[in-house]
C-alpha cells in the first residue's frame, strides 16, 4: 500500500543532534557528497570515520582534510551509522561483500538517494534502521552554503525504525549538514527515488540539455554565427533560473520583456506540448516499473560500452567548443 505522508518543513528547532553524540559516523566514499557531508558533519562536532578501497584515488584528500580512512569494511565496522555515498551503482557490491558482514544490531544505514533500496539493489537485514537523507544540491554548493551559515533543502524519509527513534536520527543527520537551515521534508524512499530519476531525466538534465543543444542547433543551421547561437540559447540560462527561483514562473515573466513574455506565450507549447507530455509519462512509468533501473545496472554489469560512447557524442558535440571559448573570453 502506497504511504503518504503529511506536508511538513522542519528546521533547526524541530531536530537535535543528541541523537548523534558519541556515535561513530562513517562515509562510504569521498566523492561529490561524501567529502561535504563529512565535513559539514565534523564542524557540527561529530565524529566521522571514511571508507574508501584500498588504492582508490580519494584516500589522499580524505586524509589531507584530516579524516582517518580505513577500508570500506572496517569503517562499516566502526560505525554506528553507516552512510553509503558510494555512486548508486555501486551500493550493490559494497553493500554486500563490505558493509553486511559488519552490521549489527542497533546500527543504521543512511543513503543519500532512494534509489538503491526501493529498487532492492540493497536489501538491508530487519536489525538496522534505514532512513534516507537527501541533500537538493551538488555537495559543493551544499558545503560552501554551510560555511556561510546556510543550508540546502533536503528530504528525509525512513525505511526501517528497528530503533523507534530512526526519524529522529534522519532529522539530527540533516541538521548536522546543514540542511534543517533551509528545511527538510519528509517523503518515503519510493517517491524519492521516482522523483529524483524523472527530474533528472526529462527535465533538469536530459531534457533540459537537448533543449539547449537543439536551440543552438537550429540557429547555427539558420546561418546565425556559433557564438551567437550560445549566448542566446545557453549563456543566459542562470538568470532566467535564478529569477524562477527567487520569484517563481510568473514572477520570471513579470522580470523580462514584454516581447520575450509573449513570444513565450505562444510558442512554449509548441516545444513542450501534449507529445512531449505523452512522452514524459512513458518515461515515468518505466521509471515505475523499474525498466530504468534494470537497464542502467545491466550497462554498468556490462562494462559501460553504451554509457561511453554517448558521453563521448555529448562532449564532442559543437556546444561544448563555443562555450569553452566564451568562457575563456568572458571569466
Known sequence: M?????????????????????????????????????????????KVAIGLPKGNSDVKLARKDGFEVYSTGEAAKRGDIIAMLAPDHLHKVIFRKQVMPNLLPGKTLVFACGFSIHFQLVVPPEFV??????????????????????GVPAFIAVHQNRSGIA????????????????????????????G?????????????SELLKTGYDVLVEGGLPPENAYLECVHQLDYIVSTIKSYGLAGMFDRISKTAEFGAYITGNRIIGPRAK??????????????????????????????????????????????????????
Open 2 to 46: 502506497r504511504k503518504n505522508i503529511p506536508f511538513r518543513i522542519y528546521l533547526d528547532k524541530h531536530s537535535d543532534l543528541k541523537y548523534l553524540r558519541h556515535k561513530v559516523i562513517s562515509l562510504i566514499g569521498y566523492g561529490n557528497q561524501g567529502r561535504a557531508q563529512a565535513l559539514n558533519l565534523r564542524d557540527s562536532g561529530l
Open 129 to 150: 534502521d534505514v532512513i534516507l537523507v537527501a541533500p537538493h544540491a551538488p555537495g559543493r554548493v551544499m558545503r560552501e552554503l554551510f560555511v556561510g551559515g546556510k
Open 167 to 194: 526519524k529522529n536520527t534522519a532529522l539530527a543527520y540533516a541538521k548536522a549538514i546543514g540542511c534543517t537551515r533551509a528545511g527538510v521534508f519528509e517523503t518515503t524512499f519510493e517517491d524519492e527515488a521516482i
Open 196 to 208: 529524483d530519476l524523472f527530474g533528472e531525466q526529462a527535465v533538469l538534465c536530459g531534457g533540459l
Open 278 to 331: 505523452k512522452e514524459m509519462k512513458t518515461i515515468l512509468k518505466e521509471i515505475k516499473e523499474g525498466k530504468f533501473a534494470r537497464e542502467w545496472m545491466k550497462e554498468y554489469e556490462g562494462g559501460m560500452k553504451n554509457y561511453n560512447k554517448m558521453k563521448r557524442q555529448k562532449a564532442t558535440h559543437p556546444l561544448e567548443r563555443i562555450s569553452k571559448k566564451i568562457r575563456m573570453l568572458t571569466e
